[in-house]
């Protein structure tokens, strides 16, 4: 039986990535689904980078094998607001968080970012995702062979997105993908077309994840998200932290959301038969998530990338993703998941 081809789309989100990774993992597993194309921004560019590298290596099992070692790499990195001797007594994800919140309602990161720029540090500035990043096998990462990889950013002048894809995806344009500004020097790449530098941050404000580039036609028409910012949460935000995080996740989500309601209303047109198919780029568009667990989190366990909360992650990304091939594998190829009209109402 032929596998099922199948577009990624990788949202991005500090250390909530390693639900991404979960997913990956259980999606590698399964021989019936191949992996033709991936969108992805922030931690969706490194999980993606990470994927194809080690795919054209050993297959299957390179993937997932680059993909544990890009999170062990990850949790290697010191929190921002905790030291190290905390990590061995963090149980879950939703604990890390509470934990996180009670031990600094101000955390000094957060006042920091409001005070000082990384540019003040001048030279003595070094991005902690950099030293990960340049060990990737961009020979591989750019290669023509294994899935289509497209990586986006944020140009600060224009404000407008950038998709690095081919030979354009360098250890630059990844850490520009990821690059919060109030955290990291923005990330200068030259220009395609007049060769002037370019600053750019993270692809999240702009395309998190783009989706346009996987309208390819030789692509397969379906797109599977996997959304590790909550779209819903039921409860007001009262607290400075939970106010700002709350910003963060509907700015981030908003470039998605823009897709998806372009992407609905031409479907809405194509039923009452008021375009041509084939008029505009279709697609079959499914999810997976878990805004239940999301929405135990924060940003303090964005920034948290320990090994116990990686692990937690991990794990839950599995389970969704398990739970979506036993919902919807037969879904796969023929209509989509989720209710665009519903979900955008």
């Known amino acids: 039986m032929e596998p099922k081809r199948i577009n990624l789309a990788l949202q991005g989100g500090g250390a909530h990535g390693a639900f991404t990774w979960g997913v990956l993992d259980r999606l590698l597993e399964d021989e019936a689904i191949e ?29 997932r094998a680059n993909l544990d070692w890009l999170w062990r790499q990850m949790g290697a990195i010191h929190d921002f607001r905790l030291s190290g001797w905390m990590t ?15 031990a600094a309602p101000f955390s000094p990161l957060d006042v ?21 990043v340049r060990r990737f096998r961009f020979d591989r990462v750019c290669a023509m062979e294994g899935p289509a990889l497209f990586v986006s950013a944020t140009n600060v002048r224009t404000g407008k997105v950038r998709v690095f894809r081919g030979d354009d995806i360098t250890t630059e344009a990844i850490l520009a993908s990821a690059c919060l500004p109030t955290l990291f ?20 404000y702009t395309g998190n994840p783009a989706l346009f580039p996987l309208y390819d036609a030789a692509l397969p028409d379906d797109i599977v998200i996997v ?21 963060n996740e509907i700015s981030f989500n908003s470039s998605l959301l823009r ?57 839950a990304g599995r389970a969704a993703a398990d739970r979506f091939l036993r919902a919807h594998r037969g879904d796969l190829g023929a209509c989509s998941t989720v209710d665009l009209a519903g979900m955008l109402a």
């Open 35 to 63: 992996i033709a194309g991936i969108s992805g921004t922030s931690a969706g560019a490194l999980n993606g980078a990470a994927l194809k590298s080690g795919m054209l290596e050993n297959g299957r099992a390179g993937a």
């Open 88 to 102: 061995t007594l963090m149980p879950s994800a939703g604990q890390v968080n509470q934990w996180l919140d009670a």
């Open 112 to 132: 920091a970012t409001q005070m000082f720029s990384p540019y003040a540090l001048g030279p003595a500035w070094v991005n902690p995702l950099e030293r990960v």
């Open 185 to 204: 020097k923005a990330v200068e790449i030259p220009d395609p077309d007049g060769g002037r530098m370019d600053a750019y941050w993270d692809g999240g």
């Open 227 to 247: 959304n590790i910012n909550p779209l819903c949460r039921d409860e007001v935000p009262t607290t400075p932290q939970d106010i700002q995080n709350r910003i």
């Open 259 to 315: 897709e998806l309601r372009g992407l609905a209303m031409f479907k809405e047109l194509l039923a009452k038969e008021q375009v041509t198919p084939g008029a505009m780029p279709d697609a079959n568009i499914h999810m997976i998530a878990d805004d239940e667990l999301m929405n135990t989190l924060s940003a303090g366990t964005k920034l948290t990338p320990t090994p116990f909360l990686l692990h937690e992650l991990k794990t």
